[in-house]
């Protein structure tokens, strides 16, 4: 039988959301219609795909063993749409660069005015991404490139080509017992809660809050976060602290919230990330642009007594 993609992503929509309901809603169709679509799958198939008595509503046996293959075909369709986008924004000389909140700024710019330069006609447009999707975009082809923080847990398909380095700060309530420093370290902050986020992956939390401690205390989580303005509010609040990275401090500002250097950790990487085998001119541009810049930064200032190595621009 011909495998219908269409019905397919019926089927998950149930399966990722455990009730009709939902997926309906999220689909844009109603829950019968949602319900009659599935039914037309298993009839193709011959099995029941779900079990519709577990609340909520799950895979049956054969559906998990289907599902399994049938998500990996649906990746491999979406990127081969994707691909065909990405074609038809090379010939028009459209580039979208994604970003996640405070990752834009003096070096983006720079990034893309070389880009800008090497190819006149190129229109470069941002796109904020959330924190989970800051590599998947790439690799589904939502975006052509972007710029990523860590950690990256799957990098399968992607390049990644360090833009910079930004030291770690830790946002604390204006009236914190260690709001009048000027740096801390990390033993400073043991005990204390951390912001936590539900929608992305463990990894990237424990990366974030820098769990494990050195000191070997364990990290406490405190109240969840999907956005910065979010996380600042709940620091400004006293609920608890948050690790982010320093571009953050120009970006994003609380008059109850402070930002310390953390100096014990190390700096965060803020990466290009593009699809290994893309060939796109502008994405070639990009890369380019990225490489000089980089060492740019990485050349000595020509002004006597004032040398430049090492600088993160």
């Given at each position: 039988?011909?495998?219908?993609?269409?019905?397919?992503?019926?089927?998950?929509?149930?399966?990722?959301?455990?009730?009709?309901?939902?997926?309906?809603?999220?689909?844009?169709?109603?829950?019968?219609?949602?319900?009659?679509?599935?039914?037309?799958?298993?009839?193709?198939?011959?099995?029941?795909?779900?079990?519709?008595?577990?609340?909520?509503?799950?895979?049956?046996?054969?559906?998990?063993?289907?599902?399994?293959?049938?998500?990996?075909?649906?990746?491999?369709?979406?990127?081969?749409?994707?691909?065909?986008?990405?074609?038809?924004?090379?010939?028009?000389?459209?580039?979208?660069?994604?970003?996640?909140?405070?990752?834009?700024?003096?070096?983006?710019?720079?990034?893309?005015?070389?880009?800008?330069?090497?190819?006149?006609?190129?229109?470069?447009?941002?796109?904020?991404?959330?924190?989970?999707?800051?590599?998947?975009?790439?690799?589904?082809?939502?975006?052509?490139?972007?710029?990523?923080?860590?950690?990256?847990?799957?990098?399968?398909?992607?390049?990644?080509?360090?833009?910079?380095?930004?030291?770690?700060?830790?946002?604390?309530?204006?009236?914190?017992?260690?709001?009048?420093?000027?740096?801390?370290?990390?033993?400073?902050?043991?005990?204390?809660?951390?912001?936590?986020?539900?929608?992305?992956?463990?990894?990237?939390?424990?990366?974030?809050?820098?769990?494990?401690?050195?000191?070997?205390?364990?990290?406490?989580?405190?109240?969840?976060?999907?956005?910065?303005?979010?996380?600042?509010?709940?620091?400004?609040?006293?609920?608890?602290?948050?690790?982010?990275?320093?571009?953050?401090?120009?970006?994003?500002?609380?008059?109850?919230?402070?930002?310390?250097?953390?100096?014990?950790?190390?700096?965060?990487?803020?990466?290009?990330?593009?699809?290994?085998?893309?060939?796109?001119?502008?994405?070639?541009?990009?890369?380019?642009?990225?490489?000089?810049?980089?060492?740019?930064?990485?050349?000595?200032?020509?002004?006597?007594g004032n040398p430049r190595v090492g600088v993160s621009w």
């Amino acid at each position: 039988m011909d495998l219908n993609l269409h019905l397919v992503r019926y089927l998950v929509a149930v399966v990722d959301e455990g009730h009709f309901g939902r997926a309906a809603a999220r689909l844009y169709v109603s829950a019968p219609a949602l319900s009659k679509q599935v039914r037309t799958l298993e009839r193709k198939l011959g099995v029941d795909l779900l079990d519709r008595s577990a609340h909520p509503v799950v895979p049956t046996e054969a559906g998990r063993r289907f599902l399994a293959e049938a998500r990996t075909a649906l990746a491999a369709a979406d990127r081969a749409v994707a691909a065909v986008e990405a074609h038809r924004r090379d010939l028009a000389g459209v580039l979208r660069l994604g970003f996640m909140t405070a990752a834009t700024g003096t070096h983006t710019r720079r990034i893309i005015d070389r880009v800008q330069r090497e190819v006149p006609a190129a229109s470069v447009q941002l796109v904020q991404l959330p924190w989970p999707d800051q590599a998947d975009a790439v690799r589904s082809g939502t975006v052509d490139a972007s710029l990523v923080r860590p950690p990256v847990v799957d990098t399968e398909g992607l390049r990644l080509e360090v833009v910079r380095h930004e030291p770690r700060v830790v946002a604390l309530p204006a009236g914190h017992r260690l709001a009048a420093r000027a740096e801390v370290v990390l033993a400073d902050l043991d005990g204390e809660p951390h912001v936590t986020d539900d929608e992305t992956d463990e990894r990237w939390v424990r990366w974030w809050a820098c769990d494990p401690r050195p000191s070997g205390v364990p990290v406490r989580y405190g109240p969840v976060v999907h956005t910065m303005d979010e996380l600042l509010e709940v620091v400004a609040s006293g609920e608890a602290i948050a690790i982010t990275g320093s571009s953050v401090v120009d970006s994003h500002r609380h008059p109850e919230v402070v930002f310390l250097p953390v100096t014990d950790v190390e700096p965060c990487p803020i990466s290009l990330c593009t699809r290994l085998d893309d060939p796109s001119v502008l994405v070639a541009a990009l890369r380019r642009a990225v490489r000089a810049l980089r060492a740019d930064a990485a050349r000595p200032d020509p002004t006597p007594g004032n040398p430049r190595v090492g600088v993160s621009w």
